[in-house]
């Protein structure tokens, strides 16, 4: 008979909200904003680009991992 180790599912869930404000001048790029909301904690963070989205999902999730 095989056994397998056991296996803990973890989820991390989150929304994202963005928003862009055009310029007057319609020739300058937009202004964009960000929030994004870790489900589980309520936990909330702000940014500008989505490289910021980026490194923020990776480190709350890297968080969480070390937590368990």
């Known amino acids: 008979m095989t056994t397998t180790p ?3 599912l973890h989820i991390a869930s989150f929304l994202v909200r963005l928003r862009w ?5 319609n020739q300058s790029p937009p ?7 870790h489900i589980q904690s309520g936990e909330r963070w702000f940014f500008q680009d989505l ?10 999730v890297q968080h969480v991992i070390q937590e368990r």
């Open 51 to 60: 490289r910021e989205l980026s490194l923020l999902i990776q480190t709350r």
């Open 21 to 25: 404000e055009a310029k007057d001048d």
């Open 6 to 8: 056991h296996t803990q």
């Open 31 to 37: 202004t964009f904003f960000g929030e994004l909301e």
